[in-house]
Structures are given as structure tokens and as C-alpha cells.
């Protein structure tokens, strides 16, 4: 599957974005999709995932209440919503999937267990 994530900018704190990620060659309804940050000179951060059919999901806790993941199957896109914006929340933002959930959240927020990866987007929050 190929990803293609989309949506980031340039935004005040305070301020919200939301960001899109569209699947290709299969259908996401086969996957648990996450979402990861990267802020210069910081190590790959987990941020959210949502299993195969939208249902559950699970967020850090330095965005739970402020960010929302979401699905679209018939669209093959995933959403990460993001309110309340601060500076600290300033990375690029990369969508990932993988096609089997874990049992252990810990294990589903480790981007090493996941297969696909989309080009990232970068979002900017200015103080």
C-alpha cells in the first residue's frame, strides 16, 4: 500500500489543522493506521492509531483531548485532527500502516512495527 499524507502548514498556537492521509493498492479497511511526528533533532515520536474499522483508538498523552484520529474506508482515508495547537506539537507528521493489530499498545505505538509509511507533512506552530 502506498500512503500520501497531506494537510500541514503554518498555523498559531492555539490554532488547528487537520491532516489526510490517502491509501493506494489496498484498501484500508485492512489496516490499523497510526500517525508519528519528527521535530528536528528529536527521536520519531508515536502520536495516535486507530484499528481496522475505526472503532478503537489510542493516543500519547501529549495530545490525548486534542487530537482526533479517524478513518474514512470508503474513502481509504485516514484524518488526524489537531486542536489546540501548540509550539511543542511542530514536527513533520507521517501516517503509517500495518495490517495486523498487537495486543499491547505499546507495541502498536512502536513505528518499527509498521510496514508503510507515508512522505510526511510538516506542520509549523507559531507562538
Known amino acids: 500500500v502506498q500512503l500520501q499524507a497531506s494537510g500541514g502548514g503554518l498555523v498559531q498556537a492555539g490554532g488547528s489543522l487537520r491532516l489526510s492521509c490517502v491509501a493506494s493498492?489496498?484498501?484500508?479497511?485492512?489496516?490499523?493506521m497510526a500517525w508519528f511526528r519528527q521535530a528536528p533533532g528529536k527521536e520519531r515520536e508515536f502520536v495516535s492509531y486507530?484499528?481496522?474499522?475505526?472503532?478503537?483508538?489510542y493516543y500519547s498523552a501529549s495530545v490525548k483531548g486534542r487530537f482526533t484520529i479517524s478513518k474514512d474506508n470508503a474513502k481509504n482515508t485516514g484524518y488526524l485532527q489537531m486542536n489546540s495547537l501548540k509550539p511543542e506539537d511542530a514536527a513533520v507528521y507521517y501516517c503509517?500502516?500495518?495490517?495486523?493489530?498487537?495486543?499491547?499498545?505499546?507495541?502498536?505505538?512502536?513505528?518499527?512495527?509498521?510496514?508503510?509509511w507515508g512522505q510526511g507533512t510538516q506542520v509549523t506552530v507559531s507562538s
Open positions: 486507530i484499528n481496522h474499522s475505526g472503532g478503537s483508538t
Open positions: 493498492g489496498r484498501t484500508l479497511r485492512s489496516y490499523v
Open positions: 503509517a500502516t500495518r495490517g495486523l493489530s498487537l495486543a499491547s499498545p505499546r507495541a502498536m505505538a512502536s513505528g518499527g512495527n509498521y510496514d508503510y
